[in-house]
Antibody
Framework: QVTLWESGPALVKSTQTLTLTCTFSGFSLTTNDLCVAWIRQPPGKALEWLALIGWDDRKSYTTSLKTRFSISKDTSKNQVVLTMTNMDPVDTATYYCTRIRYGDYDFDYWGPGTLVTVSS | QTVVTQEPSFSVSPGGTVTLTCGLNSGSVSTTHKTSWYQQTPGQAPRTLVYSTNARSSGVPNRFSGSIVGNKAALTITGAQADDESDYYC??????????FGGGTKLTVL
């Protein structure tokens, strides 16, 4: 059974760095074609794809925010970490981690999401 | 900048058919974009309806179908039911490991 869950601070201040951890089970990020992505959703707004890391350690980031992001994985712990620098109140959102398999191109499993509020 | 467009809202009568679309601000959507469609109800994580343009996810009723119509991806709901009232999002694969979500469509069934 595949599960993912997000953890991190619920509240950060402007200009601070946010670190979110996705812990997963039921699959390994050493398996070909598997990736973990981060997606966020501000309250009442649309989903936004942020970043992805693959089984082969390839990384990709949304173009508009890539200078602020860093994604990494620890395959021994089944974890993926997303770091966002210089947080702003507009970054207030529910942050989801998801699994995706190249070939299907489907974000097939999602964590429950974690709400991060950025105070000014 | 790539913008993926969706109708902000749509309304359908129970039992009716509705087609939601997913376009690009510049260019056409094709099968190479591997369009996926997600349904989201308030407070819940999204769930996959269709992936890779027209593959229905396991357990999804066959009244949901994906296709390319003209220069857009499309999600058609045939025989809409009350519990189809949700937000629907498409996402396109832009290559080089990058995805872009649309702005979402709020579907009302009444």
């Amino acid at each position: 059974q595949v599960t993912l869950w997000e953890s991190g601070p619920a509240l950060v201040k402007s200009t601070q760095t946010l670190t979110l951890t996705c812990t997963f089970s039921g699959f390994s990020l050493t398996t070909n074609d598997l990736c973990v992505a981060w997606i966020r959703q501000p309250p009442g707004k649309a989903l936004e794809w942020l970043a992805l890391i693959g089984w082969d350690d390839r990384k990709s980031y949304t173009t508009s925010l890539k200078t602020r992001f860093s994604i990494s994985k620890d395959t021994s712990k089944n974890q993926v970490v997303l770091t966002m620098t210089n947080m702003d109140p507009v970054d207030t959102a529910t942050y989801y981690c998801t699994r995706i398999r190249y070939g299907d191109y489907d974000f097939d499993y999602w964590g429950p999401g974690t709400l991060v509020t950025v105070s000014s | 900048q790539t913008v993926v467009t969706q109708e902000p809202s749509f309304s359908v009568s129970p039992g009716g058919t509705v087609t939601l679309t997913c376009g690009l601000n510049s260019g056409s959507v094709s099968t190479t974009h591997k369009t996926s469609w997600y349904q989201q109800t308030p407070g819940q994580a999204p769930r996959t309806l269709v992936y890779s343009t027209n593959a229905r996810s396991s357990g999804v009723p066959n009244r949901f179908s994906g296709s390319i119509v003209g220069n857009k991806a499309a999600l058609t709901i045939t025989g809409a039911q009350a519990d189809d009232e949700s937000d629907y999002y498409c996402v396109l694969y832009m290559g080089s490991g990058i995805w872009v979500f649309g702005g979402g469509t709020k579907l009302t069934v009444l």
